[in-house]
């Protein structure tokens, strides 16, 4: 019996290594925010920035690299586990090149988001401008591979989309303009609206594997956490509330391209569930504080605020959900983008 059981194990690895081997995802190509961003913002002029330390720390060689976490981040765990690389390079990164880019590709810029209105309020770069960079290595990639292998390796490639928290919390719920001009419900409609011509654009340009990043539970962030101290610094249940809604619209979008759209495989990849449940049992995970960040105080610091002139930052990221007031330690990234693989983009695989 016990033999029979090694023997199925056994099996189950090899059918693994196999996926692995013959998975037709040649490249990993990023759009969205601060939670995918991997060192773009760094080239740009704007205030939001990670490249120093105590940023990295944790990262390969300790450098930072302008990813907002003490190490790795979610795609790259996502390219790894597809066994192509352990990192997913910024497009903007002068120290890259196309040969480098060839197999993963990061436009993502910290602080932007669906909402043109949303990245101007840092001075960071826009969806659109995101595509555009994109457009632009899709003509350097078939300069170098040829025109028929690039676009079988951008038809072939996994496209991640990651954005929309920084649309409600540094737009939405801070500022009085699409306040005014919409309702919630009104604005999740918006948003959703230019999510789905975004993915249009994409698949005209060629893109069919392609996941679209859910919202986080955002009221659990230390720093939403901290503002909410009038009722015991518990998470802000409306924020959370607003990411679950849009997160379903988001559901129902998914579904309509699939139909819509001839060939496209579009799956809706939520790290919600996943990271409330880290939050509410952290020791099952092996983190022991949920509610403050490692660095600084962990309420309210991020980006400079999170320098190694403050004196207060952990000695140990993995103890921690957060690494700063708004994201994630590269442990919880890791655990996030295991759940993503598992229930999202398993399918590409094979």
């Not at 595509?131 to 290595?137: M, R, S």
């Not at 909410?228 to 249940?237: K, P, R, W």
């Not at 990849?269 to 049992?281: K, R, V």
Request: aromatic share 12%; charged share 20%.
């Amino acid at each position: 019996m016990a033999n029979k059981g090694i023997h199925w194990f056994l099996l189950a690895h090899l059918l693994v290594q196999i996926a692995k081997i013959n998975a037709r995802v040649p490249a990993i190509i990023v759009f969205g925010d601060s939670s995918v961003d991997s060192g773009n913002n760094n080239n740009i002029s704007t205030i939001l920035k990670s490249n120093f330390e105590p940023y990295g720390r944790d990262f390969i060689g300790g450098q930072p690299t302008g990813r907002f976490s003490n190490g790795r981040i979610p795609t790259d765990f996502i390219s790894e586990a597809f066994g192509i690389k352990p990192t997913i390079p910024a497009y903007l990164d002068p120290t890259y090149d196309i040969k480098d880019f060839a197999t993963g590709v990061c436009f993502a810029s910290a602080g932007t988001g669906y909402d043109n209105a949303t990245s101007d309020v840092l001075s960071v770069i826009p969806l659109w401008k995101e595509l555009e960079h994109y457009k632009e290595y899709q003509q350097h990639l078939r300069g170098y591979l040829g025109k028929e292998k690039a676009n079988e390796v951008l038809g072939e490639a996994l496209y991640l989309i990651s954005m929309g928290t920084n649309d409600f919390l540094e737009n939405y719920y801070l500022l009085s303009e699409r306040s005014s001009e919409f309702s919630i419900e009104e604005y999740q409609n918006f948003l959703a609206g230019i999510a789905g011509n975004f993915i249009t654009e994409l698949y005209n340009l060629g893109a069919r594997k392609i996941s679209i990043g859910g919202l986080p539970p955002m009221g659990c962030l230390p720093l939403e956490r901290t503002t909410n101290i009038l009722f015991g610094s518990d998470c802000v249940e409306e924020y959370n509330n607003a990411a679950t809604y849009f997160n379903e619209k988001l559901k129902g979008l998914t579904a309509n391209l699939n139909k819509e759209l001839t060939g496209i495989r579009l799956v809706f990849a939520n790290p919600y569930d996943a990271l409330f449940e880290m939050i509410q049992n952290p020791e099952s995970f092996g983190f022991e504080e949920t509610a403050i960040a490692c660095c600084g105080t962990g309420l309210f610091e991020m980006s400079y605020l999170c320098g190694n002139i403050n004196p207060f930052t952990c000695s140990d990221a993995s103890k921690y959900v957060f690494w700063d007031s708004f994201h994630p330690t590269e442990k919880t990234n890791g655990i996030l983008a295991d759940h993503v693989m598992k229930n999202s983009l398993a399918e590409f695989l094979w």
